[in-house]
């Protein structure tokens, strides 16, 4: 049951004068059962070895323009759905590259759903209701900014979240972490099994920009908006988000719902990477236009004829 994306082709994409971006998707992906080190396995300022920033949205653009052709089918097809989960840090970019990558999509076969603090509605049900309710129908492409995988990360790191949620004790002892991991995983198995495809992209920003793009939100007046104090508080809490991110994409990365790491210091490079294993999850579901049959066929030869017959 593995969602069948070729890690290991090289992606040597012509961008710019002449110039080639290089990676393979098993550079950015997490190896289901593997032992993740932020620090030692994922280079947030990765860039392939190429600086073209401008070239490489060129090519962003033509993965753009692959993917609405590919929704179209999806959407015919009424098959299969697709989810596209981003967590990340504040700061590191996700509403904007869900806006750049998805930019040529439908409106009609794509629903975005943003999680913030559950409601006191939400707090009466369990904690994969909400992102139940929001999962896209067949033929269509969901996307989550946030997702239920903020109650192991937000939750964790805040544990006087938990007390909240008025949960029975067996629900909020020491291995409430790994129990919800595992409800996680059996949860994206049941949807993959049913023909919802699961991916999930982790914007991996360092410290160091997450500072610089705060400044900035503070310094500019056009980006005062973007900011928070809550932002800042959470800043706080660095290593511990690190450890609960680390936990998360250790336990949760499965052949069936795999995480990608994406480096996120250069928007530019985050954008590419995933409109490439955006792209790369299509190709493989070998998306083809429903056939009509013979009866259907002679249908509309006949409505055809009358069509032409009509006079004006």
Known sequence: MKIEVDLD????IEVGDGGRVKFRLRDIAVEPGSKVNLKKDFDPDFTGGYEDKAGALEHVAKNVERLSAMQETLYAQDIYSVLFIFQAMDAAGKDGAIRHVMSGINPQGCQVTSFKAPSADD????????????????????????SYYEEVLVVRVHPELLVK?????????????????????????????NGTIVVKFFLNVSKEEQKKRFLARIDEPDKNWKFSPADFAERKHWDDYQG????????????????????????????????????????????????????RKAELALIRAELLAEKD
Request: proline residues 6%; charged residues 35%; positive net charge.
């Open 123 to 146: 707090l009466d049900h369990d904690y994969l209701r909400r992102a139940s309710v929001a999962l896209p129908g067949r033929g269509m492409i969901g996307i989550f900014n946030r």
């Open 244 to 295: 609960a991110f680390e936990d998360m994409l250790s336990n949760t990365s499965t052949d069936w719902a795999p995480w990608f790491v994406i480096p996120a210091d250069n928007k530019w490079f985050a954008r590419l990477a995933i409109s490439e294993v955006v792209t790369a999850v299509f190709e493989k579901l070998n998306l083809k236009m429903p056939e009509v049959d013979d009866a």
């Open 9 to 12: 082709k090289k992606r040597e």
């Open 165 to 193: 949620q008025k949960l029975p004790p067996q629900a909020r002892g020491k291995d409430v972490w790994e129990k919800r991991y595992k409800e996680i995983n059996n949860f994206e198995k049941y949807l993959r099994r």
